[in-house]
């Protein structure tokens, strides 16, 4: 597990948030291969008037067909289902909503054998900043 780059602090409800990188994270660590590198990075970049964070992994991948539906309550990946992973499909659902809230997006990449990484967007209003830090 590696973290790149530094996070300013956010004005948000806390547990909400854990919520966010709990499951994303959670999610990383589910669908991950069982053979190969085995990695999650989670990296933040500055993106015009949005921070955006990913969280990157080197898990089974997600299928191009499947990407449009991954944020609709009690929809999973059909390899999830063929694979027995426990979940019910909501997880990614409230990550949306919860993101949506603070007026950020919630996206996904993904390449299926390659891995996955999910990025969640929230403008910069979101957060407090040292002067050396706006950029």
């Given at each position: 597990?590696?973290i790149?780059g530094h996070?300013?602090a956010m004005?948000?409800e806390?547990?909400?948030?854990r919520?966010?990188?709990?499951?994303?994270?959670?999610?990383?660590?589910?669908?991950?291969?069982?053979e190969?590198p085995?990695?999650?990075?989670?990296s933040?970049?500055w993106?015009g008037?949005?921070?955006?964070?990913?969280?990157?992994?080197?898990g089974m991948?997600?299928?191009a067909?499947?990407?449009?539906?991954?944020?609709?309550?009690?929809?999973?990946?059909?390899?999830?289902?063929?694979?027995?992973?426990?979940?019910?499909g909501v997880?990614?659902a409230?990550?949306?909503?919860i993101?949506e809230?603070?007026?950020?997006?919630?996206w996904a990449?993904?390449?299926a054998g390659?891995?996955?990484?999910?990025?969640v967007?929230?403008?910069?209003?979101h957060?407090?900043?040292?002067k050396q830090?706006v950029?």
């Amino acid at each position: 597990f590696a973290i790149q780059g530094h996070l300013p602090a956010m004005r948000c409800e806390r547990a909400r948030m854990r919520q966010v990188f709990q499951n994303l994270i959670d999610n990383a660590v589910k669908y991950m291969r069982e053979e190969g590198p085995r990695t999650i990075t989670m990296s933040v970049s500055w993106e015009g008037d949005q921070i955006v964070m990913a969280c990157k992994d080197s898990g089974m991948g997600i299928a191009a067909d499947e990407l449009p539906h991954l944020f609709h309550v009690f929809r999973r990946a059909k390899s999830a289902s063929m694979m027995k992973i426990p979940g019910k499909g909501v997880g990614l659902a409230s990550v949306k909503s919860i993101i949506e809230n603070y007026h950020g997006r919630l996206w996904a990449e993904s390449t299926a054998g390659e891995g996955t990484t999910f990025f969640v967007a929230v403008p910069r209003s979101h957060f407090e900043f040292e002067k050396q830090e706006v950029a």
